[in-house]
């Protein structure tokens, strides 16, 4: 009898764990969604270390979810794959670069050899990961924007559009806004009106204009 009452007691425990677990990965997938910088990066380390694939929307559509969530949340089902060794060594090369030309005549790393690097030895592997780091950042010197804007230049592919949407709205660097809209156009990707929409609203909720510059993109020619 008391063993029965231990395991009935067990069960119940169990039970109420999986609530907790499961709101605990809910909430590091809403913070990833909804905030930058620092809360941001370490919702996804906390996301990578702990996390599994339940409190993810696994099939994301453009009538509940708009186009930047879903390539974030992309990214975070990414980091449980394998190509996340290539994403920790892409970030680490990046990471450790002022370090490695700290005793060269070099004074600043090359945003044109960082690109090239990243396109050889990863292609476009890790350009969906740069992409959403690049809108989350809030702190990146000079030379890693620029950096990583002439990787995704040489990766244009549709999957990262909405990111570089969100940043050319966000962006007042006039050379850095140029290359994010080459990058755009060369995607071509078919969704750009509707990822364009997505901005707009989004832009309203923050009481700022959409940029003419991104109108012009799925302007009628």
């Given at each position: 009898?008391?063993?029965?009452?231990?395991?009935?007691?067990?069960?119940?425990?169990?039970?109420?764990?999986?609530?907790e677990?499961?709101?605990?990965?809910?909430?590091?997938?809403?913070?990833?969604?909804?905030?930058?910088?620092?809360?941001y990066?370490?919702?996804e380390?906390?996301?990578?270390?702990?996390?599994?694939?339940s409190?993810?929307?696994?099939?994301?559509?453009a009538?509940?979810m708009?186009?930047?969530?879903?390539?974030i949340?992309?990214?975070?089902?990414?980091?449980?794959?394998p190509?996340?060794?290539?994403?920790?060594?892409?970030?680490?090369?990046l990471d450790?670069?002022?370090?490695?030309?700290?005793?060269?005549?070099?004074?600043?790393?090359?945003?044109?050899?960082?690109?090239?690097?990243?396109?050889?030895?990863?292609?476009?592997?890790?350009?969906?990961l740069?992409?959403?780091?690049?809108?989350?950042?809030?702190?990146?010197?000079?030379?890693r924007v620029?950096?990583?804007?002439?990787?995704?230049?040489?990766?244009?592919?549709?999957?990262?559009?909405?990111?570089?949407?969100?940043?050319?709205?966000?962006?007042?660097?006039?050379?850095?806004?140029?290359?994010?809209l080459?990058?755009i156009?060369?995607?071509?990707?078919?969704?750009?009106?509707?990822?364009?929409?997505?901005?707009?609203?989004?832009?309203a909720?923050k009481?700022?204009?959409?940029?003419p510059a991104?109108?012009?993109?799925?302007?009628?020619?």
């Amino acid at each position: 009898m008391i063993f029965v009452r231990l395991l009935f007691a067990a069960c119940i425990l169990c039970e109420a764990q999986v609530p907790e677990a499961g709101s605990k990965m809910e909430t590091l997938v809403d913070k990833a969604l909804n905030s930058r910088g620092r809360e941001y990066f370490e919702a996804e380390r906390a996301y990578r270390l702990a996390g599994d694939l339940s409190a993810l929307p696994q099939a994301p559509s453009a009538t509940n979810m708009d186009p930047l969530s879903a390539l974030i949340l992309q990214v975070l089902r990414q980091w449980k794959q394998p190509e996340a060794q290539e994403f920790d060594q892409a970030l680490e090369y990046l990471d450790t670069l002022p370090a490695r030309i700290a005793n060269t005549p070099i004074t600043s790393p090359s945003p044109s050899g960082i690109s090239g690097y990243l396109s050889m030895h990863f292609s476009w592997r890790v350009a969906d990961l740069m992409a959403v780091h690049l809108i989350k950042q809030t702190d990146w010197p000079q030379w890693r924007v620029s950096g990583v804007l002439l990787y995704l230049r040489e990766q244009a592919r549709p999957s990262i559009t909405a990111a570089l949407i969100r940043f050319v709205s966000e962006t007042q660097d006039k050379r850095w806004i140029a290359v994010a809209l080459d990058t755009i156009r060369a995607a071509q990707d078919p969704d750009l009106p509707a990822k364009v929409y997505a901005e707009e609203r989004h832009a309203a909720t923050k009481s700022r204009p959409l940029p003419p510059a991104l109108k012009e993109l799925v302007k009628p020619r």
